[in-house]
């Protein structure tokens, strides 16, 4: 389909390599496997897949014009018409690593500025050009924490408010490698995620410390306290972060943290039903040479002109390889360059204006559902933009209800969080309007009649 | 003429604004003091600036849709536009991944129909398709094999054969799963020692990374009787797929042995590099490894009737190693993949096989003559020169890639496989036609003669490019890596 | 290449040299050499620590290589080359000198049997290439 040989370009590049055709090229593999019949359908013409696709994707529900209160680690957040124009150039997208910085300064040069806009949204010194996603972010915090201590450290204790996929992740990547143990301390109530509750746990054969700002569950928490405890017992402090909170709350960087990872989906980077996404990963910068993943640098061409290049790549695993410390290939890097160019676009006052916008929304919802009979706030301490709400009913019906009416409901806990009832996470950003949240109410009123039919 | 193009924070102007939000349409929260943060130092630029600077940094760029790219095991081939055009669909790329199941039936669909794609290609009968990216298929698939001998209680099977041809990420992938590496040796013909790999095949054998063609284009004459050495010990076979261009339609994995395997999207699937990501990985495997993989795996949970279509769903499986990343994987990337696999179907991608290898060979063909060619027998889709001319000595492959880039081209990929030493790993892939091909050869020949007849060209190049060689010292030695 | 005659060398390029009951270790202008432009050293060892022979006491890194360093001999940890970790690229200027790593302390002296002296160091890199 895009291959552009003519039937007399191959036969005089077979003439020029003395092969008769094409079947000769492939004299090396066994007969007894060779050229097996492939059990699929006919290939379609641009017409015709883009007919399929339309199709397919007739069958989902897209949230342009659906009100969607589910967040729980991936939120609907405006993307601006800039963005895309942008990365859709082609010497963006399909520009390949910038091994050859003389050739490759577009990408070297947006990728310093995304790790700059990183550390000085977080409140730290240095930044790496991203990792996959916030889950893995989290996991490779583990993998500097284990190399930190050289193996001597066990045990990454783990708030119970971290995203469940990231715990899972980190278990993947870390749970019994050579001793490692991950501990979460179990809690039975919101209230019970605290930062005291980790720190009665903190000894010296703890490594790291993880948790999460706002957490699953939305809330806000201080972690100054919950950093110096950390930091007595020689342990390293991780914050995982909401990158649009960070548009009004004080940064880890101020508490103490030493690292700091994060989804950077917010940034302006699509839903795109949970991928491909950004792993945010700041640091203090002592830490910097255990970093994994690609790092970009400022320095000089051989003409004196001020460039930027792939540095400290003597850490990773093209050249360490089993002494790396980590396997680490690829970064996130066209949606590094999707975050830099929102926040460049956004800049300071728009960062804190969208961050507001999801705070009052959140707000006057979570006040506005409180009202009506039944749901109850679970939230005690501060929250952002999201917030659990118990409800009369399980919430798998009250959001088949809601998807009846075209909307789509919070995040269902009660299976991953029994302990919490009839819970649902709700997520509230700019995307949602005062007319949304304001039928939403009226649905959960009508609901709550239906349920107790 | 200075090609510098400012930073964002040396654009800035204070005051200056770019996109703006509606007023709020709710009352005012407030946000405990303690809490808040007291200064963002973000830059204040006007959308005029922000797209004058981007595209003006795009410019910077060679890129794939400006000319070749070379690159031995990267599988460059064009990025289809109808490809980023499905990504771009808003009933895919505007679904939350958490939506009710019954909302995104056509998202699920599309990746169960991908993973039976990838087995059908591959020959295996289960497919993950959570990997991020390929090193996550590679960490993925070494973890299924130590879960595997973990159950079976042989836990003293710790060495992981590893070819010396091999990229990094294989050896780092094994230590980060607990196991240690042993080498095995390349001999004279590009193919696995037989009697180096029988040595090294014991009671302690966990299992080997075979990637097949190698990294030195080659695909191994003895490929059959390394798995069955290795499977006799009482090892496991992973197959590091980055270069399956060259087996689409021309064998299948599953069929010669190999228990797991990876694939890059990104590379054989034909979707963007994006400047070093985002790419997307797949891990098949036989029926024996299937309850390791890491999930959740899409699934059709309610086979279809007459009246309604299948009910699509998420099953983890009964001993997944685990979940590699949040929700299901790449979907953007996947959509991409599954548009290109549906356009080229099962003919096109046999073609796509087939004319990788013609055009690696017809560029060997040509360059052997004037560049050392470690391993002169018939490539697959991508083949290594070593840059050694006795009556040069000065000159090294870093320079010739150098030199390349004045001729419009981006260098091959150099320094690796490491038992050459001075490699150019040349992959064209099939999207290149034979003009193109020619510029090519008539390009590195006329830099085999410069080498000999005015070698300082190569020392000082690129020149003709926006910036020159950089000085990576200095980037390493006063760290700057922030703003 | 230099090689400093009175000193030991081991198979990963480190020397040692002793004087009574104190030995220094560095490593040598063949692994300066090969590494190139050295841009990072770090020590992971501290003033005190009790080493036994090959124990990893650091790595050096350069451009486009990595190293771990490793000491040749068993002894005490006593002094700690700090001019070295803040400027890397002594290295590559006096390895024998001025860039030495970390000195080691012994009682009962140290075991240099199994290292190569100059002569043979000199072999085993010429056969190196």
Same mark, same amino acid.
């Given at each position: 389909m895009f291959i552009p040989h003519t039937d007399a370009d191959r036969e005089s590049m077979l003439a020029a390599i003395g092969k008769k055709d094409l079947n000769e090229l492939f004299d090396v593999v066994p007969e007894k496997y060779r050229f097996p019949k492939l059990n699929l359908q006919p290939g379609l013409t641009e017409p015709e897949v883009t007919f399929l696709l339309d199709e397919i994707s007739s069958a989902n529900l897209s949230l342009d014009h659906t009100a969607c209160f589910t967040g729980a680690g991936a939120y609907h957040h405006y993307i601006p018409a800039a963005i895309d124009n942008l990365i859709s150039r082609g010497d963006f997208y399909t520009a390949y690593t910038p091994y050859q910085p003389e050739i490759s300064q577009g990408t070297l040069q947006a990728v310093y500025e995304y790790q700059s806009l990183m550390a000085r949204l977080t409140g730290m010194e240095a930044a790496n050009a991203s990792h996959y996603d916030g889950a893995t972010a989290c996991a490779e915090a583990g993998v500097l924490a284990y190399h930190q201590y050289h193996g001597k450290r066990k045990k990454i204790l783990v708030s119970a408010g971290l995203h469940p996929h990231y715990l899972l992740t980190l278990k993947t990547y870390l749970q019994d490698f050579d001793g490692m143990q991950i501990e979460c301390p179990k809690a039975?109530? &919101? $209230?019970?995620?605290s930062p005291e509750k980790l720190e009665e746990k903190i000894?010296? $054969?703890?490594a790291l410390v993880l948790v999460q700002y706002p957490d699953f569950f939305g809330q806000i928490q201080d972690f100054s306290e919950l950093a110096k405890a950390v930091h007595e017992k020689g342990a390293l402090l991780c914050v995982c972060i909401n990158p649009i909170a960070l548009g009004l709350l004080k940064t880890p960087g101020e508490m103490g943290a030493d690292i700091v990872v994060g989804e950077?989906?917010? &940034?302006?980077?699509? &839903?795109?039903?949970?991928?491909?996404y950004l792993g945010i990963f700041t640091t203090r910068k002592e830490l910097i040479r255990k970093v994994s993943g690609r790092i970009v640098g400022e320095t000089v061409d051989n003409r004196g002109q001020r460039a930027y290049v792939l540095t400290l790549t003597a850490r990773e695993q093209h050249i360490r390889r089993e002494k790396a410390t980590s396997n680490i290939c690829s970064n996130q890097s066209l949606n590094a360059l999707t975050a830099a160019i929102y926040l460049s676009l956004l800049g300071r006052d728009g960062l804190r204006a969208v961050a507001k916008l999801c705070y009052d929304k959140a707000h006057y919802a979570a006040k506005e559902i409180s009202k009506i009979h039944g749901y109850r706030i679970l939230n005690q301490r501060p929250f952002f933009h999201e917030f659990v709400v118990s409800c009369p009913q399980p919430p798998s019906d009250i959001n088949q209800h809601l998807l009846d009416h075209g909307m789509i409901g919070g995040y269902d806990l009660s299976e991953e969080y029994p302990m919490l009832g009839n819970a649902m996470l709700i997520a509230v950003t700019e995307m949602i309007n005062k007319e949304d949240i304001d039928d939403l109410c009226e649905m959960l009123k009508e609901g709550e009649h239906h349920g107790r039919h | 003429m200075d090609a510098t193009e400012k930073t964002i924070f040396e654009l800035s102007a204070t005051g200056r604004k770019g996109f703006r939000f509606p007023s709020p349409d709710v009352p005012s929260s407030d946000l405990p003091e303690s809490l808040q943060r007291k200064d963002l130092p973000l830059p204040e630029l006007s959308e005029v600036d922000v797209v004058r600077h981007y595209t003006r940094l795009s410019r910077l760029n060679y890129s794939l849709d400006n000319g070749m790219y070379p690159l031995g095991s990267c599988t460059m081939k064009y990025n289809p536009k109808i490809c980023e055009k499905a990504a771009r669909i808003s009933a895919f790329a505007n679904l939350?991944? &958490?939506?009710?199941?019954e909302s995104v039936q056509g998202a699920v669909l599309i990746l169960y129909e991908m993973q039976i794609i990838l087995q059908e290609i591959s020959g295996f009968p289960a497919c993950s398709l959570t990997p991020a990216a390929g090193a996550q298929g590679e960490f993925g698939g070494v973890k299924m094999i130590a879960a595997s001998l973990r159950d079976r209680g042989e836990t003293q099977r710790k060495i992981m054969l590893i070819p010396d041809s091999a990229h990094g990420t294989n050896p780092a992938s094994s230590v980060m799963s607990g196991f240690e590496c042993l080498a095995v040796r390349t001999d004279e013909r590009g193919n696995i020692d037989l009697n180096d790999l029988t040595s090294k095949c014991n009671e302690r054998l966990a299992g080997i990374m075979i990637t097949n063609p190698n990294t030195l284009g080659l695909f191994d004459e003895n490929i059959v009787e390394v798995i069955r050495i290795v499977h006799q010990a009482g090892g496991l076979v992973y197959g590091d797929g980055a270069n399956m261009n060259a087996l689409l339609g021309i064998v299948k994995p599953a069929e010669l042995g190999f228990d797991v395997m990876h694939f890059n999207l990104h590379k054989t699937f034909a979707t963007p590099h994006g400047g070093g990501g985002p790419g997307a990985g797949a891990i098949c495997c036989t029926e024996q490894l299937k309850a390791y993989l890491p999930g959740p795996i899409a699934d059709i949970l309610e086979e279809a009737t007459e009246e309604v279509p299948p009910l699509y769903g998420y099953r983890m499986p009964e001993?997944?190693?685990?979940?590699?990343?949040?929700?299901?994987?790449h979907f953007g990337i996947i959509v991409r993949a599954y548009c290109y696999c549906m356009m080229l179907g099962a003919e096109g991608l046999r073609r796509v096989a087939e004319y990788a290898t013609l055009n690696a060979n017809y560029l060997m063909e040509a360059l052997k003559q004037d560049y050392p060619l470690p391993y002169d027998r018939t490539c697959m889709h991508e083949f290594v020169l070593d840059v050694k001319w006795p009556d040069a000595p000065g000159i090294r492959a870093l320079d010739v890639a150098k030199r390349l880039m004045d001729y419009k081209f981006h260098p091959p990929t150099n320094y690796f496989p490491l038992i050459i030493h001075e490699a150019l790993m040349i992959e064209p892939t099939e999207t290149e036609s034979k003009e193109t091909l020619d510029d090519f050869i008539k390009a590195m020949k006329t830099i085999a003669r410069e080498a000999r007849e005015n070698p300082e060209l190569l020392h000082q190049?690129?020149?003709?490019?926006p910036f020159g060689r950089m000085d990576e010292v200095k980037a390493a030695r006063d760290l700057k890596i922030a703003e | 290449m230099n090689i400093h005659p009175n000193y030991f060398y081991s198979k990963n390029d480190e020397w040692v040299s002793v004087e009574g009951n104190k030995a220094t270790i560095g490593i040598s202008d063949y692994a300066q050499d090969s590494l190139s432009d050295i841009v990072f050293v770090e020590i992971s060892v501290s003033v005190g620590d009790s080493l036994a022979a090959e124990d990893n006491i650091g790595t050096i890194e350069s451009v486009k290589a990595a190293s771990d360093i490793y000491t040749p001999v068993a002894g005490t940890v006593s002094e700690i080359n700090n001019k070295v970790v803040d400027s890397p690229e002594l290295l590559n200027r006096d390895p024998f000198g001025e860039a030495w790593l970390i000195k080691l302390s012994s009682d009962t002296g140290f075991d240099t049997s199994h290292l190569m002296d100059a002569d043979a160091y000199r072999k085993y890199c010429e056969d190196r290439g």
């Open positions: 039975t109530s &919101l $209230d019970e995620i000894d010296m $054969d703890t950077g989906q917010p &940034l302006g980077i699509p &839903l795109s039903y949970g991928g491909p | 939350h991944p &958490l939506q009710p199941i001993k997944s190693i685990g979940m590699l990343r949040s929700f299901w994987g190049a690129p020149t003709e490019t | -």
